[in-house]
Every structure is written in C-alpha cells, then in structure tokens.
C-alpha cells in the first residue's frame, strides 16, 4: 500500500463500480507510471451484475478500465486472492 498513485503497481477495486467511483479510478489509473496492473476482486467488480443496471452503477470494472486479473467470488476466497496475488507478481516481472 502506498499513499500516492504514482507510487503504485497495481489498482485493486474489491467492489462496486458507480459513476462517480469510474471517474476517480480512472483519474488514479492515469496517475500511475508503467508497467501498470488492474484487479478486480469480488463478484462486484468483477462481473458488475450483483446490483443490476441502475444509473448510479457502471458495472464490471472492465467497462472503465482494462483488467488484467478477475478474482471471482464474493467474497473471494483467501486462496483465489494468494494465486492472484502471485500472477499479478509474475505479470508485472515480465512487463518490467
């Protein structure tokens, strides 16, 4: 955990992406240096279908951003988060 973007390696979003959520990970997503990652954790994010459509709520993080890990599950299992944990370690190895 860090306290600024710039910082960061990864953005992990662990639920629900509403408007106004998409505009500030998108704002902390462009704040980011590269080699960069996304995952999104839970069915929430992950899938965007646990809340329907409403105008408040975009949906899957996809739709905002490119992930590159979906740890399904809600909540994720601790097992499911350790196995991607280490492949987003080994992505940003070979991206770097």
């Known amino acids: ?19 106004n959520l998409a505009q500030a990970v998108r704002m902390t997503y462009e704040a980011m240096e590269e080699p960069k990652l996304v995952m999104a954790c839970g069915a929430c994010a992950a899938g965007g279908k646990t809340y329907g459509s409403t105008y408040a709520i975009v949906g899957a993080l996809d739709k905002v951003l490119p992930v590159d890990i979906a740890v399904p599950g809600c909540p994720p299992r601790p097992s499911a988060m350790l196995i991607a944990l280490t492949a987003a370690a080994d992505l940003l190895k070979k991206r770097l």
């Not at 955990?1 to 408007?19: C, E, K, L, Q, W």
């Open 1 to 19: 955990f860090v306290a600024s973007p710039r910082h960061a390696d990864m953005i992990m979003v662990t639920g629900v992406v509403t408007r």
